[in-house]
């Protein structure tokens, strides 16, 4: 017995930023417990549950959250998909839901990154004593900084570069302006880790990470969780009134990988799989880009922002500039991107994320976003993507039980 | 001369240094690591291909090293002749006057460093090429 | 539309022990491939990988193997769950298949771990300068050996006493007499790592490693990977005769964690989560442990296995003893329980496991077993448990398309 | 005497040293560690209950350590009172002759260092009772 009707019954994320005295559990059981009650259900409810936390990708985060909110024997999934994590935590939930294994399931994911340094920012292999050659490039050496970079700033630097030589119309300062909006967004986001309205010469004035992305520019390393309760359409109608008009629908969820093209092994290609995402996500939803009332998507630097833009097609092919500066992706525009502030200011605890803007759009649909509402909200879209890569989408409606 | 050997072993060194991929005997598509199969067409065999030493800027970055006083470098995506290749952009300053989107480029090679045995790991980048 | 006749099409195993020259990716893509052949198909049939790969599940193992064997752009779910990883991953794909997404996909599961020491043998946290209380416990030193143990040996041994104390009738020479048995049955295996025929007496002579646990009653660390290919019956009833007859039914999958229960959180219970994942796999299978022509159980020390009799119900509650000294898990036996060796001697590449036991199962029910053929085998029982903890059971038939 | 704190933040020292949980107010359901919500029942709020010290070894094992020369230990699960706790016995040779299964014990503590300000730390076993 499949339930392809699929609703967000409760959801929470927890403040992002620093969190010293908390540790993975203690911000996973917060978000939890908190979603738990906006559902106005408990542990006992749940049929599954599934989990992510990147830096603790082998500890089942999922067991340990159990063990301090509810150990109620049901099936648990730790899964992990890079940036994506949190989204295929909420996939997998959906599958539980729709292969008719349960009607509630809980999606959780968590991250601690304060004080970690720059994503990805790591170091080659030290040198050793005599060259020898290992692993698939034969490589003597670490190649990172010798043969280009494998450093989240510097790839997705690159991706964005690689969209202005295709299609022209990039510069330092247009990045810094996406950045500028996002960081203005962030001002009515209580929730952001950073909150600080920064001009587009203040960005291009801070440290410089990877050209064309300064530290301004760059997602925010930082603790958080966030869960969602999901539901199935035949369990929601049981339950009250309220429950039922403050669900959310889950019009489309999406998880792609990145397919082969030429060069997707040299810069990751995070293009096409965002297309092809969307275009599922479109096709699942029945409703098309123009439906949209607002967009969280993944701009873990600047530059992603842009392209992602034409992944999404919130405009035509190689249109991204000319809809940045229509104004349509600002909160007054008509297609408002990351009014949360993105990830940019709003922060990214990498397994929390994906869930996270997920909340984002919810708020808006329920009319609970306070003063960073977008007024009369009914179809929202967040996406996310890992490196690796994997990218997930998902179009929620507004209820209207 | 010391003994060399290539920082990767799809660099070839000698007298017209130039990197090798391997191609799937199937559908062409080409790779540089060591293969299981091919992630195109999963295909199971693959031959050797010298790939062009001219190629032109497809993407860059300039990353600025944590460490202080460490030099920015370049990272690159280089099209040779329909091969997506990567590395730095070398020999030139590292600014965005002097790197461009769509500069023409060409294959350089240089010592990285000298292990204890006396022998020289010999990287590669791409230079401008005018 | 929900798909709930899933079966497995094609299965391998790679040979467990020491691959010094092989990488994760080599493993996992030997596997995979090797899975896919068996099936007849290929990944362009595949419509969703979910891939485990414990000591580095940060990595996402799933897109690394895409990237060797074919990126198709299809959903990848990473998963973890300890020693039941594998199992995880067929879990995974079953539901992507139940809930209609789409009707194949494949499962896979590997894990380097030659002469990485016992497993979790770690040690505490570096005594500080000056004592500072830190963590759940308020702890100012590390606590292993200190105040009892979390390594596994340990675990497992006490698992083992706890039973003893019990139901009575346990001693360091039955523990050793289960392990002869797995031993002797390793001769037949040529997968698996050690296939020394040892007797108990020699087993006992072994250097103690968690008492009455022996070196030779722990799981051998090893390398290696295992791979599934699932699909529906519709889709399987379009294929082959050959694929047909050869097909493996899955009549039951389940997963589950540890319930709640006093004490549970002092030394991990694995008795109640395999009873009921084993007492839910029963029931949607529409079979009694009597009607078990063999079964894999996850033997990771000869501690383990005993208990596992009981809870997977294969005698009477408090049974295991009489049932082990009746010879009923002998291969001569009523009910042959690990005819492949066991993790003590087939070895236990973490997230390969939970497939490598099904593997076995499949071999003998379609009559593939060799010398260690079980006669006339129809239905097979699999089981793998990982702390934390995560038990995964299934059960399966022998085609009669 | 030196400054004295526990190994562990549940271990009361003082001159009857006893262990305290965090037991559920809904279902009394007790916790060695803090506690983001009960394990059982799901619920949110705790009292502090004091565990007698008296108990019955339910499981032991007995523990070579791999580095040489380092001594076995035994960790066991106590049955204090229907609480079950986590502790090595000590106090007694670690072998199956002097360790045994139903086993009455009781709660012991002893010193396991002392840090540069001079503090000593005191952890806790169970020894036989008899
Ligand atoms: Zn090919
Ligand atoms: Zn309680």
Redesign the pocket.
């Given at each position: 017995m499949a339930n392809d009707d699929i609703w967000i019954l409760g959801i929470n994320m927890t403040k992002f930023g620093k969190h010293p005295n908390e540790d993975v559990v203690d911000l996973a059981s917060e978000a939890a417990l908190a979603a738990l009650a906006d559902a106005g259900v408990t542990m006992a409810d749940m049929g599954v549950l599934a989990a992510g936390n990147l830096m603790g990708a082998a500890a089942g985060i999922g067991q340990q959250l159990q063990k301090q909110i509810g150990q109620t024997g049901i099936p648990v999934f730790n899964v992990a998909n890079a940036c994506a994590t949190g989204a295929t935590a909420i996939r997998t939930v959906i599958m539980a839901i729709k292969s008719g294994e349960c009607d509630m399931g809980l999606a959780v994911g968590v991250e601690k990154l304060s004080g970690a340094g720059m994503l990805g920012a790591g170091m080659g292999a030290a040198a050793s004593d005599e060259w020898t050659p290992s692993g698939r490039f034969g490589a003597v050496s670490g190649l990172e900084g010798k043969l280009g970079t494998d450093m989240m700033p510097g790839v997705f630097a690159q991706v964005g570069m690689e969209y202005g030589h295709k299609y022209g119309g990039t510069s330092f300062e247009l990045f810094a302006r996406i950045s500028a909006k996002n960081h203005s967004n962030s001002t009515l986001n209580p929730l952001a880790a950073i909150q600080k309205d920064m001009t587009f010469e203040q960005i291009m004035a801070e440290p410089m990470i990877a050209y064309p992305n300064t530290r301004a520019m760059c997602s925010a390393n930082s603790d958080g969780a966030a869960a969602a309760v999901l539901i199935s359409g035949e369990k929601l109608r049981t339950l009250s009134k309220e429950q039922q008009r403050r669900a959310v629908k889950v019009s489309a969820s999406v998880l792609t990988s990145d397919p082969y093209e030429e060069g997707c092994q040299i810069l990751p290609n995070v293009n096409t799989l965002t297309r092809n995402a969307a275009r599922q996500a479109y096709e699942l939803a029945g409703i098309g880009p123009e439906d949209l009332d607002l967009v969280e998507l993944h701009d873990c630097f600047a530059t992603a922002e842009l392209v992602h833009y034409d992944n999404l097609m919130l405009c035509p092919e190689g249109g991204a500039v000319d809809f940045f500066e229509s104004g349509a992706p600002f909160r007054t525009g008509s297609t408002p991107v990351n009014v949360s502030g993105g990830l940019e200011s709003k922060g990214h605890p990498i397994a929390a994320t994906g869930i996270a803007n997920i909340w984002e759009i919810c708020h808006h649909l329920r009319g609970e976003a306070g003063p960073r509402q977008i007024e009369g909200a009914k179809v929202g879209l967040a996406h996310v993507i890992g490196l690796g890569s994997a990218c997930g989408v998902h179009i929620l409606e507004k209820s209207g039980l | 001369m010391a003994d060399q050997i290539p920082l990767v072993d799809y660099l070839v060194l000698g007298d017209s240094p130039h990197l090798v991929a391997n191609e799937?005997t199937?559908?062409?598509?080409r790779y540089f690591d060591r293969r299981n199969a091919?992630a195109?067409?999963?295909?199971l065999t693959f031959t050797k291909a010298d790939i062009v030493t001219d190629g032109e800027v497809r993407a860059f970055t300039i990353v600025t090293p944590w460490m202080p006083g460490t030099a920015p470098y370049v990272p690159a995506v280089i099209d040779c002749g329909g091969t997506s290749v990567r590395a730095n952009i070398v020999n030139t300053e590292p600014d965005d006057q002097h790197v461009t989107l769509g500069m023409k480029v060409r294959l350089t090679t240089f010592p990285i460093g000298t292990d204890t045995a006396g022998t020289e790991a010999v990287g590669y980048g791409f230079e401008p090429a005018n």
């Amino acid at each position: 017995m499949a339930n392809d009707d699929i609703w967000i019954l409760g959801i929470n994320m927890t403040k992002f930023g620093k969190h010293p005295n908390e540790d993975v559990v203690d911000l996973a059981s917060e978000a939890a417990l908190a979603a738990l009650a906006d559902a106005g259900v408990t542990m006992a409810d749940m049929g599954v549950l599934a989990a992510g936390n990147l830096m603790g990708a082998a500890a089942g985060i999922g067991q340990q959250l159990q063990k301090q909110i509810g150990q109620t024997g049901i099936p648990v999934f730790n899964v992990a998909n890079a940036c994506a994590t949190g989204a295929t935590a909420i996939r997998t939930v959906i599958m539980a839901i729709k292969s008719g294994e349960c009607d509630m399931g809980l999606a959780v994911g968590v991250e601690k990154l304060s004080g970690a340094g720059m994503l990805g920012a790591g170091m080659g292999a030290a040198a050793s004593d005599e060259w020898t050659p290992s692993g698939r490039f034969g490589a003597v050496s670490g190649l990172e900084g010798k043969l280009g970079t494998d450093m989240m700033p510097g790839v997705f630097a690159q991706v964005g570069m690689e969209y202005g030589h295709k299609y022209g119309g990039t510069s330092f300062e247009l990045f810094a302006r996406i950045s500028a909006k996002n960081h203005s967004n962030s001002t009515l986001n209580p929730l952001a880790a950073i909150q600080k309205d920064m001009t587009f010469e203040q960005i291009m004035a801070e440290p410089m990470i990877a050209y064309p992305n300064t530290r301004a520019m760059c997602s925010a390393n930082s603790d958080g969780a966030a869960a969602a309760v999901l539901i199935s359409g035949e369990k929601l109608r049981t339950l009250s009134k309220e429950q039922q008009r403050r669900a959310v629908k889950v019009s489309a969820s999406v998880l792609t990988s990145d397919p082969y093209e030429e060069g997707c092994q040299i810069l990751p290609n995070v293009n096409t799989l965002t297309r092809n995402a969307a275009r599922q996500a479109y096709e699942l939803a029945g409703i098309g880009p123009e439906d949209l009332d607002l967009v969280e998507l993944h701009d873990c630097f600047a530059t992603a922002e842009l392209v992602h833009y034409d992944n999404l097609m919130l405009c035509p092919e190689g249109g991204a500039v000319d809809f940045f500066e229509s104004g349509a992706p600002f909160r007054t525009g008509s297609t408002p991107v990351n009014v949360s502030g993105g990830l940019e200011s709003k922060g990214h605890p990498i397994a929390a994320t994906g869930i996270a803007n997920i909340w984002e759009i919810c708020h808006h649909l329920r009319g609970e976003a306070g003063p960073r509402q977008i007024e009369g909200a009914k179809v929202g879209l967040a996406h996310v993507i890992g490196l690796g890569s994997a990218c997930g989408v998902h179009i929620l409606e507004k209820s209207g039980l | 001369m010391a003994d060399q050997i290539p920082l990767v072993d799809y660099l070839v060194l000698g007298d017209s240094p130039h990197l090798v991929a391997n191609e799937c005997t199937n559908c062409g598509a080409r790779y540089f690591d060591r293969r299981n199969a091919c992630a195109s067409c999963s295909g199971l065999t693959f031959t050797k291909a010298d790939i062009v030493t001219d190629g032109e800027v497809r993407a860059f970055t300039i990353v600025t090293p944590w460490m202080p006083g460490t030099a920015p470098y370049v990272p690159a995506v280089i099209d040779c002749g329909g091969t997506s290749v990567r590395a730095n952009i070398v020999n030139t300053e590292p600014d965005d006057q002097h790197v461009t989107l769509g500069m023409k480029v060409r294959l350089t090679t240089f010592p990285i460093g000298t292990d204890t045995a006396g022998t020289e790991a010999v990287g590669y980048g791409f230079e401008p090429a005018n």
